[in-house]
């Protein structure tokens, strides 16, 4: 069964640091596309980065310049790192996976709108 699972969030003050991980299984993690969006129940939901099998990556402005994000294909695992947090970015944080198109590239990140996997989440709080 695919699986993804979220580790790394917290309580940071503004300004700081924080890197979210995401282990994955159950599935062939090189043949998938692999992202990080953001979500408040109730709210919409934000893509903030996407990396593509072959390790180039994508952000959303929101972020772009503080987040990399990063991954171990040996050991299927997905990172985050976040620098220069605010507090607007509070929010649950979730790893997700989502199959390429039919000639093997992966959509544009305003086009994640269905992934195929995705985790619980982990929380991260930003306080000023």
């Known amino acids: 069964q695919a699986q993804l699972r979220e580790s790394g969030g917290g309580s940071v003050q503004a300004g700081g640091s924080l890197t979210l991980s995401c282990a994955a299984s159950?599935?062939?993690?090189?043949?998938?596309?692999m992202g990080w969006f953001r979500q408040t129940p109730g709210k919409e939901r934000e893509v903030m980065a996407v990396i593509d099998r072959d390790g180039s990556a994508s952000y959303a402005e929101s972020v772009k310049g503080r987040f990399t994000i990063s991954q171990d294909n040996t050991k299927n695992i997905l990172y985050l790192q976040m620098n220069s947090l605010k507090p607007e970015d509070s929010n649950m944080y979730y790893c997700?996976?989502?199959?390429?198109?039919?000639?093997?590239?992966?959509?544009?990140?305003?086009?994640?709108?269905?992934?195929?996997?995705w985790g619980k989440g982990t929380l991260v709080t930003i306080s000023s």
């Open positions: 159950g599935f062939n993690y090189r043949d998938y596309c």
């Open positions: 997700a996976a989502e199959k390429p198109a039919g000639d093997g590239t992966c959509p544009d990140l305003e086009y994640w709108y269905g992934m195929d996997y």
